[in-house]
């Protein structure tokens, strides 16, 4: 089987540490040895740093474009992913599901930790639904969030993974960045993917996914960035799966996939992470989820699609 890791650590060596200056990034290596590049959290960042970052923590598992987003009056630029065994780049890599403590400091956003690491590290409930394990002497850790790691936290990581701080390549955005947005945005297999398996899809059946959103205008406060790439996802964005099953496998879920179907459908998400205490993993699960699913069954040639683009809702909190 191949390596994630592997193949992660070849695109963070090939196309980013060459590049970090003409990125707008900035690298720094710490006193344990691990290697962070600054992508969008005190260095700036951009379109190119953000669509790295997006290759790195799929591991290459997909293709990473920009795209346009056009619905009414909404004219945005959007990011388009088309990925082959979403099951392994997703659940296995890009997933933000990694365990990091909250905490208890007033308007302090929970910070995400993501990428091929996961996969070694089997230490999380997204990373256990697909069978995949990986092991590399190096690996790559995508975090979100809004100060940069320090030996202390790579330390945590590298022992978690069993592997030496020296061998480990940290990629940091601040979410309401412009490739931090980017990289939120970007997550509409991985949530979608997700959904699919907690409705009750067999996601052995899924051949590959696409899926598009309209990337959210950065902003430096983290709360207000928190909420515009979530309702990005949430009621911009649209995905395409390719299976191979019954139509009446699509059937039984396809209703129970978009995001109106989701009883807090149209509650503010603002209020919704406020009353999880800032932290995305205490508010409502089920409203997690895309704006639009269609699925393209190989089997029979039926299409099947669920869903809709709230344009009010973007706009609100978009202008």
Not at 82 to 91: E, K, N
Not at 105 to 124: E, L, S, V
């Amino acid at each position: 089987m191949f390596s994630i890791n592997q193949d992660a650590v070849k695109i963070v060596k090939e196309k980013i540490l060459p590049y970090v200056e003409q990125l707008n990034c900035q690298k720094m290596v710490l006193k344990n040895g691990a290697t962070v590049v600054d992508m969008g959290l005190d260095a700036p960042g951009g379109w190119l740093a953000g669509k790295l970052f997006i290759d790195a923590t799929i591991a290459g598992l997909g293709h990473v474009d920009y795209g346009r987003f056009q619905y009414g009056s909404i004219d945005l630029p959007s990011i388009d992913v088309y990925i082959d065994q979403p099951q392994i780049a997703c659940l296995s890599s890009q997933f933000s599901s990694w365990p990091m403590t909250p905490k208890d400091i007033p308007g302090y956003i929970r910070p995400f930790g993501c990428g091929p690491a996961r996969a070694i590290a089997q230490n999380d409930f997204a990373v256990k639904v697909w069978d995949y394990v990986d092991a590399h002497h190096e690996t790559v850790f995508g975090l979100q969030a809004d100060v940069l790691p320090d030996e202390e936290f790579v330390d945590e990581v590298a022992a978690t993974c069993k592997i030496s701080p020296e061998n480990i390549y940290l990629l940091a955005v601040r979410t309401g960045s412009l490739a931090g947005s980017i990289n939120v945005c970007s997550r509409t297999i991985e949530t979608s993917i997700w959904r699919l398996h907690v409705k009750g899809f067999d996601i052995k059946k899924v051949i590959s996914g696409m899926g598009t959103c309209p990337i959210a205008p950065p902003v430096k406060d983290e709360f207000r960035a928190m909420v515009r790439v979530n309702v990005a996802v949430l009621y911009g964005g649209i995905v395409r799966y390719v299976v191979d099953c019954a139509d009446s496998e699509i059937e039984a879920v396809i209703d129970k996939l978009p995001t109106n179907s989701a009883k807090r459908y149209g509650y503010s998400f603002a209020k919704m992470l406020e009353e999880g205490e800032r932290d995305i993993f205490k508010t409502d699960k089920d409203i997690h989820g895309v704006a639009i699913f269609e699925i393209m069954n190989y089997a029979t040639g039926s299409v099947f699609k669920a869903g809709e683009i709230r344009e009010e809702f973007l706009k609100e909190i978009f202008y």
